[in-house]
């Protein structure tokens, strides 16, 4: 009864029972987990290279719940503690643009095993092959049903994840544990997977990558706009702006708007500043094709399919360009409309948004207001953050504040505690 038990040994269940042991070396931590070889999700993280965190993290970079909740719950473990507590474990990080953080060895396999051995060091009890089915009983006294039998405990903290990546353990059975326990989940859908089109356009340019502008337009109305580099694949697009600006296309269309994507090509340009651009270049250098312009700032084969698009002839003369057809020209490079019909779903999302309601978990503790002695980290709760570490950081955090609050779990609390 006296041991903590952590349901989940992922990045954010890994995390707790490590800050738990630190934090109260006389309380027991067992960790368990359904897979032989748990944290098969950091394994597969950034490109193998396990994007650690962000040199840079306030609640502005997550979505989902209530920010000023999830500014309480990042200034638990800041970003400057999570660099410092990876190198005590043997984890230098370097620096990459976007202020992303990897391991020098850039090897997710060194993250992984770090953590491993820094919990087995602080004395965690890993219990893998063991899945937990359900929980009952109240505060105090919890008694979990799984896979090698009863376990009682009066500390639950469940870490199991959402449902992205489902092949790594992530299948959602953590979600229904918490509704059964009273929580309400916010419906679920992917974040951060790559977007699916119908417009035939991705295509021809599939392998291009480029800097672009997406608006999400909900309901007739510009809502996110997402800067940064996006892909063009074979079956629509990806990279990180598409990849944060599919959370925004399918919580809209989860709700029954009308959301359209459109990406600007040339995200410094207005159309009127480009529709002026290509009159004075048509003026000054009429024999010019709308191609040698359109290449100065477009890869060739972007150049080809806008003007495509734009029912325009790009190796004509600028000269011979018509006001209409420039006009159409300005409009597919500022607001080129993509036609997405969905997304490639969980088997390929990095996170999950959606989750258990952030106003059901006491932000300084992470213990749930429904049902006491429960306790929920990481993806599992309605909050995901942008391509980049943020989530990582997110599973660090919840992490602390939940292994500070089950370090005064049972004793009553004094002043401002």
Not at 113 to 127: K, N, S, T
Not at 192 to 221: F, K
Not at 258 to 278: G, H, I, M, Y
Request: glycine share 12%; charged share 20%.
């Amino acid at each position: 009864m006296n041991d903590i038990v952590i349901i989940g040994a992922g990045a954010a269940g890994l995390a707790t029972a490590i800050f738990a042991r630190l934090i109260d070396p006389t309380r027991p931590v067992r960790l368990v987990d359904g897979s032989a070889r748990p944290g098969a999700k950091i394994l597969v993280s950034g490109g193998s290279r396990c994007n650690v965190t962000n040199a840079v993290v306030t609640e502005t970079d997550y979505w989902g719940g209530k920010r000023t909740v999830i500014r309480r719950v990042l200034r638990r473990l800041p970003v400057t503690e999570t660099i410092s507590f990876f190198e005590r474990i043997g984890i230098a990080l370097k620096e990459e643009p976007g202020g992303k953080l990897f391991p020098r060895s850039d090897r997710s396999r060194d993250v992984l095993e770090a953590l491993l051995r820094a919990a087995a060091d602080a004395g965690v009890v890993l219990a893998p092959s063991t899945r937990v089915h359900g929980i009952s009983g109240e505060r105090g006294a919890f008694r979990l049903e799984s896979s090698r039998g009863p376990l009682e405990t009066d500390a639950v903290v469940l870490a199991t994840g959402g449902l992205s990546l489902p092949k790594t353990g992530s299948d959602g059975g953590g979600l229904d544990i918490a509704r059964r326990l009273g929580h309400s989940i916010v419906p679920t859908t992917p974040a951060l997977a790559p977007l699916l089109s119908s417009d035939g356009l991705h295509g021809g340019l599939s392998g291009v990558s480029q800097d672009v502008e997406l608006t999400i337009w909900v309901d007739g109305r510009a809502g996110e706009r997402l800067r940064g580099s996006m892909l063009w694949t074979h079956f629509g697009v990806s990279g990180p702006v598409a990849l944060n600006a599919s959370r925004h296309y399918l919580r809209a269309v989860l709700e029954g708007r009308r959301v359209e994507v459109r990406v600007s090509l040339l995200p410094n340009e207005t159309f009127e500043a480009l529709d002026a651009r290509l009159t004075t270049a048509a003026r000054q250098r009429p024999k010019s094709s709308l191609q040698s312009v359109l290449t100065v700032d477009l890869p060739a084969s972007v150049a080809t399919a806008v003007a495509d698009f734009a029912r325009t002839d790009v190796a004509a003369p600028l000269a011979q360009l018509s006001r209409d057809a420039r006009r159409r020209v300005a409009h597919a490079l500022t607001a080129l409309p993509l036609q997405i019909t969905g997304s490639r779903g969980y088997n390929y999302a990095e996170a999950t948004a959606g989750g258990v309601a952030l106003d059901e978990i006491d932000p300084a503790t992470m213990q749930s207001r429904k049902c006491p002695g429960i306790y929920l980290v990481g993806e599992m709760l309605d909050v995901d953050g942008r391509i980049g570490g943020f989530n990582f950081q997110w599973a660090w955090s919840s992490a602390r504040a939940a292994a500070e609050g089950l370090s005064r779990h049972g004793r009553p609390m004094i002043g401002n505690e």
